[in-house]
C-alpha cells in the first residue's frame, strides 16, 4: 500500500516538473514585470518624498505667513481704533467755524441751543479725563474753547435774566411765561449750571429777588382786594359777658341778629369745606355785587391760591433750575407777607366758629397738596396750624369765660321760652361738635365738656330768678328740649351730649308734672301721697270718710276745668309741640292713676260707698284725656 502511495507522488512530481518547465518562461515574464514595478515603485517613493519635503516646507511658508497676517491684523485694527479715537478726539476739540459764529454772533433760539449743546460736549470732553488734557492738540485748541465757554455764559445769563425782568411788567401771566418760554430754554441755565456756576448762582439769585418781589406785591395787593371783602363778625364786644347790649340784639332788628349770630351757629359756612378746591374769590366781580364774605372764605381763597402758586411754582424750579432749596427763597417774601396779615387778622378776631374753620381749610389743604405729591407747602401749612389752635383756645376761653361772668340778672328775659343766649350757644356747641368731627382730632372733647359746664350754669342762674319751681323746672325743661334739637342737627357725633340733655330734660320734666299736677289738683295728690301705696294695699296713714269726703267731692266738682287749664297752660308755656304733647300725656297719665288710686281707697274705707255718686269714672276722665290728647 505505501509502495502505491510513493508511486502516485512519483508521477505527480513529475508531472508538476513538466509543467513548470512548461511555464518557464511566463514566470521569468512574470518576473521581470516584478522588477519592473520595483523600480517604478522606488521612482514614486523617490517622488513622494520629494513631495513630502516640499509640502513640509510650505506648510513651514503657511504659518510664517499666518502669523504675518495675523500681526497685520492686529496692527490693521489698532490703527483703525486709533484713528477713530483721533478723529473723534480732533473732532470733539476742534471748533469749526459755523459754531463759533453761532456762539459769537447767533441769536438766541433753537438753534442757539443746538450750538451750545454742541460746546457744552467739547467742553465737558476736554474735562472728562486728564490724559487728554496733556495733549498739544487740546491745549492749542483749548484757549479757543475757552473763550467760547464766557461768551457764551454772558451771551446765556443776559438773555435769561433779561427774560426774568420782562416778568414784572405789569399783566404780565408768569405762569405762561414760564410754560411757554422759559421751559423751551431750560438747557441754557443746565448750560451754565455745568460750565459757570458763578453765571449760573447770579442768575438764580436775579431769578429769586424778581420772583419774590412780584410774588410779594401780587400777594400784598390779592389781600389788600380781599380785605374790602370781609365781613365783620366777631370782635370782643360781640362776646356774651363783654359787651350788655346783646340782650338788645332782638329789639334792633333781624339782619343785626344774623350777623350776631354768625359766630355761634355753623349753618352755611359750613359748605366752604366742601367747596374747598373751587376757584377762588375775583374781588372785582365780588365789589361790583356788593358782596361781604366771612373771613374763612377769604383765608380760603388766599390759601387755594398759595397752594395753585406754590405747585406750579415747586414744578417749574424743579425742572428748570433742578434745585428744589430756590422754591423757599422764591416764597420767603409771599409767606411773610401772608404770615404778617394772618397775626394781625388772629390778634383782631373773637370768632371762633370761623377760627375753627380757617383749622379745618388748612388741614383739608394739607391734604390735597399731600395728594399733589408736592412737599413745598408743608412748613407753611403747619406753621399756619400753630398760629390758629392757640388763637383758638383764647377765643374759645373768652365763650366761656364770658358765659361765667355776664351779668344773668341783666340778661334775664322774664319768661319760660328758651333763652337766646342758651340757643346761641348750643349751635355754638353744636357747629364745634361737627366741626371737631371732621378735623379736629379730638383736640375739643376737653373743651366742649368745659362749654357745657358753663352751659350748664347760666342755665341755673337763669332759672333761679324765677319765683315758682314749676317755672324754673319748665325754663330747664324748654331749654333742654331746645339744646337736644339743635344737637340733633348735628349728627350722630353729639349723641352723648345730647343723652346728657335728654336725661336732664326727663328729670326736669316728671318735676314739671308734679308741679303742675300740684298746682290743679293738690289736695288729691296730697291725701294720695299721705294716705296710699303705689300697690293699693297698704295705706302709709289709715284714713277716714272724714278725710277723703272732701277730695273726692272737690275733685268732682272741678276736674273738667282744671284739666282745661292745665291743657291749655301746656299748650301755651311749651316751645315744642313734641314736649307739650308729653308733658300733658305724662300729667294726665300720672292724675289718672293717682284718681284710680283714690277711687280704690274709697271702696276699701268703712262707709265709703256713700260717696260713690260723687266718684267719677275712670272711663270718663280718660275719654277727657284722649280728647285733650287729640287736640294737641
Not at 212 to 241: C, H, M, P, Q, W
Not at 375 to 393: E, G, N, S, V
Request: proline share 2%; charged share 25%.
Amino acid at each position: 500500500m505505501a509502495t502505491m502511495v510513493e508511486g502516485n507522488l512519483g508521477h505527480i512530481e513529475q508531472d508538476l516538473i513538466q509543467d513548470y518547465i512548461k511555464d518557464n518562461d511566463s514566470l521569468v515574464l512574470l518576473h521581470d514585470q516584478i522588477h519592473d514595478c520595483d523600480i517604478v515603485l522606488s521612482q514614486i517613493g523617490s517622488l513622494l518624498s520629494g513631495f513630502q519635503v516640499h509640502i513640509r516646507s510650505l506648510s513651514s511658508e503657511l504659518r510664517s505667513l499666518h502669523e504675518k497676517s495675523l500681526d497685520l491684523g492686529v496692527r490693521l485694527k489698532n490703527r483703525k481704533l486709533a484713528e477713530t479715537k483721533l478723529a473723534a478726539f480732533v473732532e470733539e476739540i476742534v471748533a469749526p467755524p459755523g459754531l463759533v459764529n453761532a456762539i459769537i454772533d447767533g441769536e438766541v433760539n433753537d438753534d442757539y441751543i443746538k450750538s451750545l449743546n454742541m460746546l457744552s460736549k467739547k467742553l465737558r470732553f476736554a474735562q472728562v479725563d486728564p490724559l487728554l488734557n496733556a495733549s498739544k492738540a487740546l491745549k492749542d485748541i483749548k484757549q479757543e474753547l475757552e473763550r467760547l465757554r464766557k461768551k457764551a455764559l454772558s451771551k446765556v445769563s443776559a438773555y435769561v435774566i433779561g427774560i426774568f425782568s420782562s416778568m414784572r411788567k405789569p399783566g404780565t401771566n408768569i405762569q405762561i411765561l414760564q410754560q411757554n418760554l422759559l421751559q423751551k430754554y431750560r438747557h441754557l441755565v443746565l448750560f451754565l449750571k455745568e460750565h459757570g456756576i458763578e453765571k449760573y448762582n447770579d442768575v438764580c439769585a436775579a431769578y429769586v429777588d424778581k420772583m419774590n418781589k412780584v410774588l410779594s406785591e401780587d400777594f400784598r395787593v390779592y389781600l389788600e382786594a380781599l380785605e374790602s371783602l370781609k365781613l365783620d363778625i366777631g370782635v370782643s364786644t360781640d362776646v356774651i359777658g363783654y359787651d350788655a347790649n346783646v340782650v338788645d340784639l332782638i329789639p334792633r332788628g333781624r339782619e343785626q341778629l344774623r350777623n350776631h349770630r354768625f359766630m355761634f351757629s355753623l349753618g352755611e359756612r359750613s359748605n366752604i369745606l366742601k367747596e374747598i378746591d373751587q376757584p377762588g374769590l375775583v374781588p372785582c366781580i365780588s365789589e361790583a355785587n356788593s358782596l361781604k364774605y366771612p373771613y374763612e372764605v377769604i383765608f380760603r381763597s388766599l390759601q387755594k391760591l398759595l397752594m395753585d402758586t406754590a405747585s406750579s411754582e415747586y414744578i417749574f424750579i424743579k425742572a428748570f433750575f433742578r434745585d428744589e432749596s430756590m422754591f423757599y427763597r422764591v416764597f420767603e417774601g409771599p409767606v411773610a407777607v401772608i404770615d404778617e396779615n394772618m397775626k394781625l387778622t388772629l390778634a383782631n378776631s373773637h370768632d371762633a366758629i370761623c377760627l375753627m374753620l380757617m383749622i379745618c381749610i388748612t388741614k383739608k389743604h394739607q391734604l390735597v397738596m399731600s395728594n399733589r405729591r408736592l412737599p413745598c407747602l408743608d412748613t407753611y401749612l403747619d406753621k399756619a396750624l400753630i398760629y390758629l389752635w392757640p388763637r383758638f383756645k383764647t377765643v374759645f376761653d373768652m365763650y366761656i369765660q364770658s358765659l361765667y361772668q355776664c351779668d344773668a340778672k341783666m340778661l334775664w328775659v322774664d319768661g319760660t321760652h328758651p333763652h337766646h343766649i342758651v340757643r346761641c350757644y348750643m349751635e355754638f356747641t353744636a357747629s364745634l361738635i361737627q366741626l371737631n368731627a371732621e378735623c379736629g382730632d379730638g383736640q375739643l372733647d376737653m373743651s366742649l365738656k368745659r362749654l357745657r359746664l358753663a352751659v350748664d350754669d347760666l342755665l341755673v342762674r337763669f332759672a333761679e330768678k324765677f319765683a315758682t319751681q314749676k317755672l324754673k323746672h319748665l325754663f330747664l325743661l324748654n331749654n333742654c328740649d331746645m339744646a337736644i334739637s339743635i344737637l340733633k342737627e348735628a349728627g350722630e357725633e353729639a349723641k352723648e351730649l345730647r343723652r346728657y340733655f335728654e336725661e336732664k330734660l326727663e328729670s326736669n320734666l316728671v318735676s314739671f308734672v308734679d308741679e303742675l299736677l300740684m298746682e290743679y289738683f293738690g289736695d288729691l295728690i296730697k291725701f294720695v301721697k299721705n294716705h296710699i301705696s303705689e300697690d293699693l294695699i297698704s295705706y302709709t296713714e289709715c284714713p277716714n270718710i272724714a278725710d277723703v269726703e272732701p277730695v273726692v267731692k272737690n275733685f268732682a266738682v272741678k276736674w273738667r276745668t282744671a284739666l282745661e287749664l292745665m291743657h291749655n297752660e301746656v299748650v301755651t308755656c311749651c316751645s315744642n309741640f313734641v314736649s307739650g304733647m308729653a308733658i300733658l300725656k305724662a300729667a294726665m297719665a300720672q292724675l289718672l292713676n293717682d284718681y284710680n288710686r283714690l277711687s280704690e281707697c274709697v271702696k276699701m274705707i268703712p262707709g265709703g260707698s256713700s260717696l260713690n255718686r260723687n266718684l267719677v269714672s275712670i272711663t270718663s276722665i280718660s275719654y277727657e284725656i284722649r280728647k285733650y290728647s287729640r287736640t294737641l
